[in-house]
């Protein structure tokens, strides 16, 4: 068994002793947990750089899921660091603006993204490590302590003010996190997980891959979301057992399968059987799309209800009943509460803000203690947004208390943020954004503008300008021109007034 020193990151430690078990797969390869640890210690070695520890030293890094992204994963923690993962899709603005955020001392690329990335470090006076040149130094016999209080990770999140905040999380909640999940959704190292998500939001961190590896189970990934990628690997006749996807991809995977044969439907609907759980999050699941899932695949997806700042707070039954529309219970470990307008617990059936406490709640917003105090209640509650109703013990989200945050294909994005980014646009002197409900990525992204005298600006133009500036999921997909946007008599934009401009889209 492998040699695990004491007091190794809680994930490394407990994952390590499940040493020739496949850990990750890709395409042809398999790489074991032995693998993942021999790896990441040469990368932690390659860190330190004859330091003794990282001591909380943010290090960013770019490279695509895979063996290598978890390795450089482990190699940050074991090395003391705080692991800060960049989006592999993001623009190089998006990256600047977290590198700077973070105050990051290391930057790592790998692959094509290095080219992309070291430009962007160069201009903030970092030099940026090619992740390939990590995994050839030598072990070292030592490696620092983590104690599980220790600050593990910083994600990047949209909120309501037009910057986005950097969530740390400690080693101690990533562990609650995960083990939270574990003991609801029965993992066990006889697990095989497909993993098709971003390997920057919490959903495709903690949920599909550290649980994975927290188990001993095996997490193959594919390098991005395709419909018909996904569902010729669900064809193959071996051992997925479980998937977890945003309410997106499921709806992508419905409409491949509606273009399939009689008999490659039968086929996709019979391999859907070998698994035992499919779970949806990270945005509202259509009631429609979990019908039309159920009577493809056989399963009524499970919903369940999270945040990056606090991990996963609700969740439908493993066993038991799944109530489409609902979100289920507080999972293990989660304390949650409803507060109505006047402070007080909503009477049932009314609505109130979902305000959580426990183990798995985030640290601070990285920097920012006016925003992580305003973010708690006086007694201690983090305050979600999310308005919620409680049916006999089961919630239902009702949606968010600020009309600024837009849900799209899973990700959360501020309309503030895009605002702001917008007005840079030399021929834009005032703009709205606003989010369209849409069955299939929740909300669309859309933008009501104002132009300056005689300038003309087309959906297509914007989306090209917009995306060298914004991750792709926040660059609008609906646009309106106007004379002027709706206003109250205080000169303030009305919002609900800006939606009915794109009713008719
Ligand atoms: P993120 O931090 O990006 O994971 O976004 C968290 C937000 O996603 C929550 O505050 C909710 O607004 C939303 N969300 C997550 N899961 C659900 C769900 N099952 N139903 C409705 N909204 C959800």
Not at 8 to 29: C, E, K, Y
Not at 62 to 73: L, M, N, R, S, T
């Given at each position: 068994?492998?040699?695990?020193?004491?007091?190794?990151?809680?994930?490394?430690?407990?994952?390590?002793?499940?040493?020739?078990?496949?850990?990750?797969?890709?395409?042809?390869?398999?790489?074991?947990?032995?693998?993942l640890f021999e790896q990441s210690?040469?990368?932690?070695?390659?860190?330190?750089?004859?330091?003794?520890?990282?001591?909380?030293?943010?290090?960013?890094?770019?490279?695509?899921?895979?063996?290598?992204?978890?390795?450089?994963?482990?190699?940050?923690?074991?090395?003391?660091?705080?692991?800060?993962?960049?989006?592999?899709?993001?623009?190089?603005?998006?990256?600047?603006?977290?590198?700077?955020?973070?105050?990051?001392?290391?930057?790592?690329?790998?692959?094509?993204?290095?080219?992309?990335?070291?430009?962007?470090?160069?201009?903030?006076?970092?030099?940026?490590?090619?992740?390939?040149?990590?995994?050839?130094?030598?072990?070292?016999?030592?490696?620092?302590?983590?104690?599980?209080?220790?600050?593990?990770?910083?994600?990047?999140?949209?909120?309501?003010?037009?910057?986005?905040?950097?969530?740390?999380?400690?080693?101690?909640?990533?562990?609650?996190?995960?083990?939270?999940?574990?003991?609801?959704?029965?993992?066990?190292?006889?697990?095989?997980?497909?993993?098709?998500?971003?390997?920057?939001?919490?959903?495709?961190?903690?949920?599909?891959?550290?649980?994975?590896?927290?188990?001993?189970?095996?997490?193959?990934?594919?390098?991005?979301?395709?419909?018909?990628?996904?569902?010729?690997?669900?064809?193959?006749?071996?051992d997925l057992t479980v998937f977890?996807?945003?309410?997106?991809?499921?709806?992508?995977?419905?409409?491949?399968?509606?273009?399939?044969?009689?008999?490659?439907?039968?086929?996709?609907?019979?391999?859907?059987?070998?698994?035992?759980?499919?779970?949806?999050?990270?945005?509202?699941?259509?009631?429609?799309?979990?019908?039309?899932w159920r009577s493809i695949a056989?399963?009524?997806?499970?919903?369940?209800?999270?945040?990056?700042?606090?991990?996963?707070?609700?969740?439908?039954?493993?066993?038991?009943?799944?109530?489409?529309?609902?979100?289920?219970?507080?999972?293990?470990?989660?304390?949650?509460?409803?507060?109505?307008?006047?402070?007080?617990?909503?009477?049932?059936?009314?609505?109130?803000?979902?305000?959580?406490?426990?183990?798995?709640?985030?640290?601070?917003?990285?920097?920012?203690?006016?925003?992580?105090?305003?973010?708690?209640?006086?007694?201690?509650?983090?305050?979600?947004?999310?308005?919620?109703?409680?049916?006999?013990?089961?919630?239902?989200?009702?949606?968010?208390?600020?009309?600024?945050?837009?849900?799209?294909?899973?990700?959360?994005?501020?309309?503030?943020?895009?605002?702001?980014?917008?007005?840079?646009?030399?021929?834009?002197?005032?703009?709205?954004?606003?989010?369209?409900?849409?069955?299939?990525?929740?909300?669309?992204?859309?933008?009501?503008?104002?132009?300056?005298?005689?300038?003309?600006?087309?959906?297509?133009?914007?989306?090209?300008?917009?995306?060298?500036?914004?991750?792709?999921?926040?660059?609008?997909?609906?646009?309106?021109?106007?004379?002027?946007?709706?206003?109250?008599?205080?000169?303030?934009?009305?919002?609900?007034?800006?939606?009915?401009?794109?009713?008719?889209?």
């Open positions: 068994m492998t040699d695990v020193p004491a007091e190794s990151p809680p994930l490394v430690a407990h994952a390590a002793q499940f040493d020739d078990n496949t850990a990750i797969v890709m395409g042809d390869r398999q790489f074991s947990y032995r693998d210690g040469r990368v932690a070695a390659a860190l330190l750089d004859g330091r003794s520890d990282l001591q909380e030293a943010r290090v960013a890094f770019a490279v695509p899921p895979g063996f290598e992204h978890v390795v450089i994963q482990w190699g940050i923690w074991r090395a003391g660091g705080i692991a800060v993962p960049l989006a592999v899709m993001h623009p190089p603005a998006e990256w600047s603006y977290v590198l700077q955020d973070a105050d990051v001392a290391i930057v790592i690329a790998s692959g094509t993204l290095f080219h992309g990335l070291l430009p962007v470090a160069a201009e903030l006076g970092l030099s940026c490590v090619p992740g390939e040149s990590l995994y050839e130094r030598p072990l070292r016999s030592h490696l620092p302590p983590i104690e599980t209080s220790r600050r593990a990770m910083i994600l990047y999140t949209s909120g309501t003010t037009s910057k986005p905040k950097g969530v740390v999380s400690t080693h101690g909640m990533i562990a609650a996190q995960i083990q939270s999940l574990i003991d609801a959704w029965e993992w066990t190292e006889r697990d095989v997980i497909l993993h098709c998500l971003p390997l920057h939001h919490i959903h495709g961190i903690i949920n599909v891959l550290c649980c994975a590896l927290w188990s001993g189970a095996r997490c193959e990934f594919v390098p991005r979301f395709d419909a018909d990628l996904v569902w010729k690997r669900f064809l193959r006749p071996d977890m996807a945003v309410p997106t991809i499921y709806s992508q995977l419905i409409q491949a399968w509606q273009n399939f044969t009689e008999e490659e439907k039968q086929a996709a609907t019979a391999a859907c059987q070998k698994f035992r759980l499919m779970v949806s999050g990270s945005a509202a699941l259509p009631v429609e799309v979990l019908e039309r056989g399963h009524t997806l499970l919903e369940r209800y999270g945040m990056t700042e606090i991990g996963m707070a609700l969740s439908n039954p493993l066993h038991g009943e799944r109530r489409p529309g609902h979100v289920g219970t507080p999972l293990p470990g989660v304390e949650l509460r409803l507060v109505a307008e006047d402070g007080d617990e909503p009477v049932a059936g009314t609505p109130g803000e979902i305000q959580v406490r426990g183990n798995t709640v985030f640290e601070e917003y990285w920097q920012r203690p006016e925003a992580t105090a305003g973010a708690f209640s006086k007694d201690g509650w983090f305050q979600t947004g999310d308005i919620g109703e409680c049916h006999e013990g089961h919630i239902r989200i009702l949606g968010r208390n600020s009309v600024d945050i837009i849900k799209t294909g899973g990700y959360k994005v501020s309309a503030l943020e895009i605002e702001a980014r917008l007005r840079e646009h030399p021929w834009i002197m005032q703009c709205a954004v606003v989010g369209l409900d849409d069955v299939q990525w929740g909300q669309l992204v859309c933008a009501a503008i104002e132009l300056q005298a005689g300038c003309d600006l087309g959906l297509r133009e914007l989306r090209v300008w917009g995306k060298e500036r914004l991750a792709p999921y926040k660059v609008p997909s609906r646009l309106k021109v106007v004379q002027s946007l709706p206003r109250n008599a205080m000169g303030k934009v009305v919002k609900p007034e800006v939606l009915e401009l794109f009713s008719d889209s």
